[in-house]
Protein backbone atom coordinates (compact mmCIF):
# COMPACT_ATOMS: atom_id res chain seq x y z
CA UNK A 1 0.00 0.00 0.00
CA UNK A 2 0.67 3.47 -0.79
CA UNK A 3 -0.05 7.27 -0.82
CA UNK A 4 -0.47 7.28 -4.49
CA UNK A 5 -4.12 8.17 -3.99
CA UNK A 6 -3.06 11.69 -2.66
CA UNK A 7 -1.94 14.52 -5.01
CA UNK A 8 2.13 14.56 -5.42
CA UNK A 9 3.74 17.27 -3.07
CA UNK A 10 4.18 20.75 -3.77
CA UNK A 11 7.82 20.44 -3.13
CA UNK A 12 9.91 17.52 -3.80
CA UNK A 13 10.27 15.02 -1.31
CA UNK A 14 12.97 12.28 -1.07
CA UNK A 15 11.03 8.80 -1.23
CA UNK A 16 12.53 7.54 2.31
CA UNK A 17 10.72 10.37 3.81
CA UNK A 18 7.70 9.94 2.22
CA UNK A 19 7.22 6.60 2.85
CA UNK A 20 8.06 7.28 6.38
CA UNK A 21 4.92 9.18 6.48
CA UNK A 22 2.91 5.64 6.25
CA UNK A 23 3.76 4.49 9.62
CA UNK A 24 4.84 0.48 9.16
CA UNK A 25 1.97 0.36 6.34
CA UNK A 26 4.45 -0.88 3.93
CA UNK A 27 6.07 -3.37 6.92
CA UNK A 28 4.53 -6.72 7.38
CA UNK A 29 4.50 -7.26 10.73
CA UNK A 30 1.79 -8.77 12.48
CA UNK A 31 2.02 -7.56 16.10
CA UNK A 32 -1.03 -6.76 17.78
CA UNK A 33 0.24 -3.21 17.72
CA UNK A 34 1.53 -2.99 14.59
CA UNK A 35 -1.83 -4.53 13.34
CA UNK A 36 -3.80 -1.34 15.41
CA UNK A 37 -1.01 1.34 14.25
CA UNK A 38 -1.74 0.43 10.55
CA UNK A 39 -5.65 0.31 11.28
CA UNK A 40 -5.08 4.21 13.05
CA UNK A 41 -3.42 5.12 9.97
CA UNK A 42 -6.23 4.37 7.71
CA UNK A 43 -8.78 5.82 9.83
CA UNK A 44 -7.03 9.03 9.17
CA UNK A 45 -6.20 8.77 5.58
CA UNK A 46 -9.93 7.89 5.44
CA UNK A 47 -11.61 9.57 7.94
CA UNK A 48 -13.79 7.21 8.64
CA UNK A 49 -14.09 5.10 12.50
CA UNK A 50 -13.42 1.20 12.07
CA UNK A 51 -14.00 -0.29 15.75
CA UNK A 52 -15.40 -2.99 14.13
CA UNK A 53 -12.53 -4.12 12.25
CA UNK A 54 -10.39 -3.34 15.01
CA UNK A 55 -12.48 -5.94 17.36
CA UNK A 56 -11.71 -9.80 17.03
CA UNK A 57 -9.87 -12.58 19.05
CA UNK A 58 -7.69 -13.85 15.85
CA UNK A 59 -4.15 -13.63 17.61
CA UNK A 60 -2.08 -11.00 14.88
CA UNK A 61 0.98 -13.40 14.45
CA UNK A 62 -2.04 -16.26 13.52
CA UNK A 63 -2.60 -14.11 10.08
CA UNK A 64 0.88 -14.29 8.65
CA UNK A 65 0.24 -16.22 5.08
CA UNK A 66 -3.35 -15.63 4.96
CA UNK A 67 -3.49 -11.46 4.34
CA UNK A 68 -0.84 -8.58 3.93
CA UNK A 69 -1.16 -5.03 5.58
CA UNK A 70 -3.72 -6.34 8.24
CA UNK A 71 -5.53 -3.87 9.87
CA UNK A 72 -8.39 -6.41 11.42
CA UNK A 73 -11.26 -8.97 10.97
CA UNK A 74 -14.41 -8.80 9.12
CA UNK A 75 -17.13 -10.56 10.97
CA UNK A 76 -20.01 -12.51 9.26
CA UNK A 77 -23.02 -14.16 10.96
CA UNK A 78 -22.29 -17.74 11.75
CA UNK A 79 -25.44 -20.10 12.11
CA UNK A 80 -25.45 -23.70 12.88
CA UNK A 81 -27.95 -26.71 10.56
CA UNK A 82 -28.42 -30.04 11.34
CA UNK A 83 -28.53 -32.65 11.89
CA UNK A 84 -27.61 -34.31 8.75
CA UNK A 85 -26.86 -37.95 9.15
CA UNK A 86 -24.07 -39.31 6.33
CA UNK A 87 -23.44 -42.98 5.66
CA UNK A 88 -19.96 -42.52 3.52
CA UNK A 89 -16.78 -44.36 3.80
CA UNK A 90 -15.24 -41.02 5.67
CA UNK A 91 -17.69 -39.76 7.26
CA UNK A 92 -20.59 -41.91 9.37
CA UNK A 93 -22.86 -40.70 11.66
CA UNK A 94 -25.04 -37.46 12.42
CA UNK A 95 -23.77 -33.66 12.36
CA UNK A 96 -24.27 -30.31 12.97
CA UNK A 97 -22.70 -28.22 10.29
CA UNK A 98 -21.55 -24.29 10.61
CA UNK A 99 -22.04 -22.01 7.76
CA UNK A 100 -21.04 -18.54 7.78
CA UNK A 101 -23.62 -15.95 5.63
CA UNK A 102 -25.37 -13.02 5.91
CA UNK A 103 -28.35 -14.32 3.55
CA UNK A 104 -31.23 -14.86 5.62
CA UNK A 105 -33.26 -17.69 5.20
CA UNK A 106 -30.28 -19.71 4.20
CA UNK A 107 -29.28 -21.78 6.68
CA UNK A 108 -33.24 -22.02 7.57
CA UNK A 109 -33.49 -23.84 4.07
CA UNK A 110 -30.41 -25.86 4.35
CA UNK A 111 -31.22 -27.46 7.60
CA UNK A 112 -35.06 -28.54 6.25
CA UNK A 113 -32.93 -30.05 3.47
CA UNK A 114 -31.32 -31.96 6.46
CA UNK A 115 -34.16 -32.62 8.41
CA UNK A 116 -35.66 -34.49 5.36
CA UNK A 117 -32.74 -36.57 4.67
CA UNK A 118 -32.22 -37.53 8.12
CA UNK A 119 -35.73 -38.35 8.76
CA UNK A 120 -35.44 -40.61 5.55
CA UNK A 121 -32.46 -42.62 6.61
CA UNK A 122 -29.22 -40.27 5.47
CA UNK A 123 -27.10 -39.57 2.48
CA UNK A 124 -25.17 -42.38 1.18
CA UNK A 125 -21.58 -40.58 0.17
CA UNK A 126 -18.91 -41.83 -1.96
CA UNK A 127 -15.61 -39.73 -2.69
CA UNK A 128 -14.95 -41.17 -6.43
CA UNK A 129 -11.79 -39.40 -7.32
CA UNK A 130 -9.10 -36.96 -5.81
CA UNK A 131 -6.94 -34.79 -8.11
CA UNK A 132 -5.67 -31.53 -8.79
CA UNK A 133 -4.35 -30.22 -12.07
CA UNK A 134 -2.24 -27.82 -13.19
CA UNK A 135 -1.63 -26.92 -17.37
CA UNK A 136 1.43 -25.28 -18.41
CA UNK A 137 2.34 -24.91 -22.38
CA UNK A 138 5.76 -25.58 -24.06
CA UNK A 139 7.16 -23.94 -27.18
CA UNK A 140 9.42 -26.05 -29.43
CA UNK A 141 11.15 -25.51 -33.11
CA UNK A 142 8.86 -26.75 -34.98
CA UNK A 143 5.76 -28.98 -35.04
CA UNK A 144 7.68 -32.14 -35.41
CA UNK A 145 9.59 -31.38 -32.01
CA UNK A 146 6.51 -30.71 -30.35
CA UNK A 147 5.65 -33.88 -31.55
CA UNK A 148 8.59 -36.08 -30.02
CA UNK A 149 8.29 -34.24 -26.91
CA UNK A 150 4.42 -35.53 -26.11
CA UNK A 151 5.52 -39.20 -27.50
CA UNK A 152 8.42 -38.78 -24.54
CA UNK A 153 6.12 -37.94 -21.73
CA UNK A 154 4.82 -41.62 -21.13
CA UNK A 155 8.41 -42.96 -20.48
CA UNK A 156 9.96 -40.02 -18.43
CA UNK A 157 7.03 -40.23 -16.07
CA UNK A 158 8.37 -41.84 -13.74
CA UNK A 159 11.18 -39.59 -13.35
CA UNK A 160 8.99 -36.58 -13.36
CA UNK A 161 7.42 -38.36 -10.73
CA UNK A 162 10.43 -38.32 -8.72
CA UNK A 163 11.55 -34.72 -9.62
CA UNK A 164 7.39 -33.48 -8.40
CA UNK A 165 7.76 -35.33 -5.50
CA UNK A 166 10.55 -34.09 -4.02
CA UNK A 167 9.78 -30.52 -3.95
CA UNK A 168 6.93 -31.56 -1.09
CA UNK A 169 6.21 -33.75 1.65
CA UNK A 170 2.31 -34.30 0.44
CA UNK A 171 1.59 -33.84 -3.02
CA UNK A 172 2.20 -36.69 -5.35
CA UNK A 173 1.95 -36.60 -8.96
CA UNK A 174 0.18 -39.12 -10.44
CA UNK A 175 0.11 -38.87 -14.32
CA UNK A 176 1.53 -36.38 -17.22
CA UNK A 177 -0.57 -35.77 -20.18
CA UNK A 178 0.81 -33.94 -23.06
CA UNK A 179 -0.96 -33.00 -26.77
CA UNK A 180 0.95 -31.08 -29.06
CA UNK A 181 -1.37 -28.04 -30.89
CA UNK A 182 0.90 -26.52 -33.51
CA UNK A 183 4.51 -26.02 -32.35
CA UNK A 184 3.17 -25.87 -28.76
CA UNK A 185 2.60 -28.71 -26.56
CA UNK A 186 -0.40 -28.09 -23.95
CA UNK A 187 0.16 -30.88 -20.49
CA UNK A 188 -1.98 -31.62 -17.75
CA UNK A 189 -0.37 -32.19 -14.61
CA UNK A 190 -2.21 -34.57 -12.53
CA UNK A 191 -1.64 -34.41 -8.63
CA UNK A 192 -3.10 -35.57 -5.34
CA UNK A 193 -2.88 -32.98 -2.70
CA UNK A 194 -3.52 -34.96 0.67
CA UNK A 195 -5.39 -32.88 2.90
CA UNK A 196 -4.18 -29.92 1.66
CA UNK A 197 -6.15 -27.73 -1.23
CA UNK A 198 -2.62 -27.89 -2.36
CA UNK A 199 -2.74 -25.34 -5.61
CA UNK A 200 0.89 -23.74 -4.31
CA UNK A 201 2.04 -26.90 -3.60
CA UNK A 202 1.49 -28.15 -7.31
CA UNK A 203 2.76 -25.11 -8.87
CA UNK A 204 6.32 -25.56 -7.27
CA UNK A 205 6.36 -29.18 -8.02
CA UNK A 206 5.12 -28.74 -11.44
CA UNK A 207 7.61 -25.48 -12.29
CA UNK A 208 10.69 -27.87 -10.85
CA UNK A 209 9.32 -30.97 -13.82
CA UNK A 210 9.22 -27.78 -16.50
CA UNK A 211 12.41 -26.42 -15.69
CA UNK A 212 13.57 -30.36 -16.11
CA UNK A 213 12.03 -30.52 -19.64
CA UNK A 214 13.56 -27.42 -20.96
CA UNK A 215 16.97 -28.44 -19.89
CA UNK A 216 16.81 -32.24 -20.88
CA UNK A 217 14.53 -32.32 -23.61
CA UNK A 218 13.34 -30.38 -27.35
CA UNK A 219 11.30 -27.75 -24.93
CA UNK A 220 12.44 -24.28 -25.40
CA UNK A 221 10.14 -22.32 -22.71
CA UNK A 222 7.47 -22.95 -21.17
CA UNK A 223 4.56 -20.94 -20.07
CA UNK A 224 3.34 -22.62 -16.51
CA UNK A 225 -0.14 -21.37 -16.32
CA UNK A 226 -2.60 -21.88 -19.44
CA UNK A 227 -5.84 -20.88 -17.69
CA UNK A 228 -7.23 -25.15 -19.21
CA UNK A 229 -7.42 -26.10 -15.98
CA UNK A 230 -10.64 -24.16 -14.82
CA UNK A 231 -9.11 -22.89 -11.50
CA UNK A 232 -11.01 -19.94 -10.04
CA UNK A 233 -13.26 -19.79 -13.40
CA UNK A 234 -16.18 -21.22 -14.96
CA UNK A 235 -15.07 -23.52 -17.26
CA UNK A 236 -16.50 -27.21 -19.23
CA UNK A 237 -13.68 -29.17 -18.36
CA UNK A 238 -14.73 -28.98 -14.43
CA UNK A 239 -17.48 -31.58 -15.05
CA UNK A 240 -14.86 -33.51 -16.00
CA UNK A 241 -12.93 -33.59 -12.22
CA UNK A 242 -9.83 -32.99 -12.16
CA UNK A 243 -9.82 -29.83 -9.75
CA UNK A 244 -10.21 -31.75 -6.03
CA UNK A 245 -11.93 -34.20 -4.68
CA UNK A 246 -15.30 -35.65 -6.99
CA UNK A 247 -17.83 -36.39 -4.63
CA UNK A 248 -21.15 -37.63 -4.87
CA UNK A 249 -24.40 -37.64 -2.53
CA UNK A 250 -27.57 -39.50 -2.73
CA UNK A 251 -30.95 -39.95 -0.98
CA UNK A 252 -33.92 -41.97 -1.08
CA UNK A 253 -36.82 -39.33 0.06
CA UNK A 254 -40.23 -40.98 1.35
CA UNK A 255 -43.18 -40.11 0.21
CA UNK A 256 -44.41 -39.70 3.89
CA UNK A 257 -41.34 -37.66 4.58
CA UNK A 258 -41.88 -35.12 1.01
CA UNK A 259 -44.86 -34.24 2.58
CA UNK A 260 -44.69 -33.39 6.17
CA UNK A 261 -41.36 -31.78 5.62
CA UNK A 262 -41.09 -30.32 1.93
CA UNK A 263 -44.77 -29.93 1.61
CA UNK A 264 -44.50 -31.70 -2.34
CA UNK A 265 -44.90 -35.14 -4.02
CA UNK A 266 -42.43 -36.60 -5.70
CA UNK A 267 -44.08 -36.01 -9.08
CA UNK A 268 -44.17 -32.26 -8.34
CA UNK A 269 -40.65 -32.37 -7.85
CA UNK A 270 -39.76 -34.42 -10.80
CA UNK A 271 -41.82 -31.89 -13.07
CA UNK A 272 -39.66 -28.80 -11.80
CA UNK A 273 -36.73 -30.27 -12.26
CA UNK A 274 -37.44 -31.36 -15.92
CA UNK A 275 -38.36 -27.58 -16.59
CA UNK A 276 -35.51 -26.48 -14.64
CA UNK A 277 -33.43 -28.23 -16.93
CA UNK A 278 -34.67 -26.85 -20.40
CA UNK A 279 -34.16 -23.83 -18.25
CA UNK A 280 -30.23 -24.63 -18.17
CA UNK A 281 -30.32 -25.16 -21.06
CA UNK A 282 -31.26 -22.27 -22.70
CA UNK A 283 -28.91 -19.95 -20.53
CA UNK A 284 -26.03 -22.55 -21.86
CA UNK A 285 -25.31 -22.75 -17.82
CA UNK A 286 -22.28 -24.94 -16.80
CA UNK A 287 -23.91 -28.38 -14.99
CA UNK A 288 -27.58 -28.52 -13.20
CA UNK A 289 -27.81 -27.17 -10.15
CA UNK A 290 -30.40 -24.87 -7.82
CA UNK A 291 -27.82 -22.92 -5.21
CA UNK A 292 -24.44 -25.13 -4.53
CA UNK A 293 -22.73 -21.91 -4.50
CA UNK A 294 -25.05 -20.35 -1.53
CA UNK A 295 -24.13 -23.52 0.58
CA UNK A 296 -20.43 -23.45 -0.02
CA UNK A 297 -19.98 -20.09 0.32
CA UNK A 298 -21.46 -20.17 3.46
CA UNK A 299 -19.50 -23.51 4.45
CA UNK A 300 -15.78 -22.36 3.03
CA UNK A 301 -16.28 -18.99 4.67
CA UNK A 302 -16.89 -20.46 8.31
CA UNK A 303 -14.11 -22.96 8.04
CA UNK A 304 -11.58 -21.34 6.47
CA UNK A 305 -11.30 -22.58 2.54
CA UNK A 306 -10.48 -20.54 -0.22
CA UNK A 307 -13.68 -18.99 -1.45
CA UNK A 308 -12.90 -18.29 -4.90
CA UNK A 309 -12.47 -22.22 -5.67
CA UNK A 310 -17.00 -21.83 -5.12
CA UNK A 311 -16.66 -21.06 -8.57
CA UNK A 312 -15.33 -24.40 -9.73
CA UNK A 313 -16.74 -26.07 -6.82
CA UNK A 314 -20.15 -25.24 -7.64
CA UNK A 315 -20.28 -26.67 -11.37
CA UNK A 316 -22.32 -30.08 -10.14
CA UNK A 317 -24.83 -32.21 -11.31
CA UNK A 318 -28.05 -32.19 -8.96
CA UNK A 319 -30.59 -35.04 -10.24
CA UNK A 320 -34.16 -35.99 -8.93
CA UNK A 321 -36.01 -39.29 -9.79
CA UNK A 322 -39.08 -40.76 -9.32
CA UNK A 323 -39.16 -44.28 -7.39
CA UNK A 324 -42.79 -45.19 -6.93
CA UNK A 325 -44.34 -42.78 -4.91
CA UNK A 326 -41.05 -41.76 -2.85
CA UNK A 327 -38.02 -39.62 -4.51
CA UNK A 328 -34.68 -40.12 -5.08
CA UNK A 329 -32.10 -36.86 -5.37
CA UNK A 330 -28.43 -36.99 -5.84
CA UNK A 331 -26.23 -34.33 -5.97
CA UNK A 332 -22.56 -34.58 -8.02
CA UNK A 333 -19.78 -32.08 -7.31
CA UNK A 334 -16.72 -33.03 -9.96
CA UNK A 335 -14.33 -30.28 -8.78
CA UNK A 336 -14.47 -29.90 -5.24
CA UNK A 337 -11.44 -27.78 -4.06
CA UNK A 338 -11.37 -28.29 -0.41
CA UNK A 339 -8.59 -29.00 2.87
CA UNK A 340 -8.54 -29.16 6.26
CA UNK A 341 -4.87 -28.36 6.61
CA UNK A 342 -3.05 -25.50 5.72
CA UNK A 343 -4.31 -21.76 4.30
CA UNK A 344 -7.38 -20.50 6.30
CA UNK A 345 -7.66 -23.90 8.01
CA UNK A 346 -5.00 -22.90 10.95
CA UNK A 347 -6.82 -20.10 11.87
CA UNK A 348 -8.84 -19.62 15.08
CA UNK A 349 -12.79 -19.86 13.88
CA UNK A 350 -11.86 -22.27 11.34
CA UNK A 351 -10.25 -24.58 13.55
CA UNK A 352 -13.18 -24.54 15.85
CA UNK A 353 -15.95 -24.54 12.88
CA UNK A 354 -14.13 -27.71 11.28
CA UNK A 355 -13.98 -29.25 14.63
CA UNK A 356 -18.05 -28.94 14.51
CA UNK A 357 -17.81 -31.35 12.28
CA UNK A 358 -14.44 -33.69 13.13
CA UNK A 359 -12.72 -32.25 10.66
CA UNK A 360 -9.34 -30.56 11.78
CA UNK A 361 -6.44 -31.55 10.46
CA UNK A 362 -4.76 -34.96 8.31
CA UNK A 363 -6.53 -37.59 7.72
CA UNK A 364 -9.62 -35.88 7.47
CA UNK A 365 -10.09 -34.48 4.10
CA UNK A 366 -12.30 -37.10 2.60
CA UNK A 367 -14.90 -37.06 5.75
CA UNK A 368 -14.90 -33.13 4.94
CA UNK A 369 -16.13 -33.94 1.34
CA UNK A 370 -18.77 -36.25 2.29
CA UNK A 371 -20.27 -34.46 4.92
CA UNK A 372 -20.11 -31.30 1.93
CA UNK A 373 -21.85 -33.41 -0.51
CA UNK A 374 -24.57 -34.17 1.62
CA UNK A 375 -25.04 -30.65 2.62
CA UNK A 376 -25.10 -29.72 -0.41
CA UNK A 377 -27.72 -32.27 -1.58
CA UNK A 378 -29.97 -30.93 1.28
CA UNK A 379 -29.76 -27.29 0.22
CA UNK A 380 -30.73 -28.58 -3.58
CA UNK A 381 -33.73 -30.67 -2.27
CA UNK A 382 -34.99 -27.68 0.05
CA UNK A 383 -35.29 -25.12 -2.44
CA UNK A 384 -36.69 -27.23 -5.29
CA UNK A 385 -39.13 -28.06 -2.85
CA UNK A 386 -39.81 -24.34 -2.11
CA UNK A 387 -40.33 -23.17 -5.87
CA UNK A 388 -42.32 -26.25 -6.74
CA UNK A 389 -44.79 -25.99 -3.69
CA UNK A 390 -45.14 -22.06 -4.50
CA UNK A 391 -43.49 -21.29 -0.72
CA UNK A 392 -39.95 -19.45 -1.28
CA UNK A 393 -40.86 -15.99 -1.42
CA UNK A 394 -43.24 -16.43 1.71
CA UNK A 395 -39.82 -18.22 3.20
CA UNK A 396 -37.34 -14.53 2.02
CA UNK A 397 -40.36 -12.81 3.99
CA UNK A 398 -40.69 -14.85 7.05
CA UNK A 399 -36.91 -14.98 7.27
CA UNK A 400 -35.24 -12.96 4.92
CA UNK A 401 -34.61 -9.04 4.97
CA UNK A 402 -36.14 -7.70 1.90
CA UNK A 403 -37.20 -4.76 3.76
CA UNK A 404 -34.07 -3.37 5.00
CA UNK A 405 -34.44 -0.41 7.28
CA UNK A 406 -32.94 2.83 6.76
Given at each position: ??D???????T????R???????????Q????????E????VEE??S?????????S??????????E??I?CC?I????????????????????V???????????????G????T????????V??D?????????????????V???????????L??????????????R??A?????????????T?G???????I??????V????????V??R??????????????????????????????L????V????????A??????WQ?????????????????I??????LF?A??Q??A?????????????V?????????????L?????G???N??T??????M?G?????????????????M?A???????????????????A??R?RP??
Amino acid sequence: MTDAIDSPPTTEMPVRRALALVPRLTDQGYSDALIAERRRWVEERTSTSLPHVGTYSLPGESLRGNIENPIGCCQIPVGVVGPIEVHGEHAEGRFYVPMATTEGALARSYERGMVAITKSGGATCRVLADENCLCPTFECDDLAAATVLARSIPALLPQLQAIANATTGHGRLQRVTAEPLGRRVHFRFGWTTGDAHGMNMIVKGTEAVCQWLVQNTVAKRYLLFSAASGEKRPAGVLLQGGKGKSVVAGALIPAAVLRSVLHVTAAEMLELWQQTVVGHLRSASLGYNGHIANGLTALFIACGQDVANVVNSAIGISTLEVVGDDLYASVHLPSLTIGTVGGGTNLATARECLSMIGCVGSGKVGKFAEITAAMMLAGELSIAAAIASGEFVAAHEAYGRNRPED
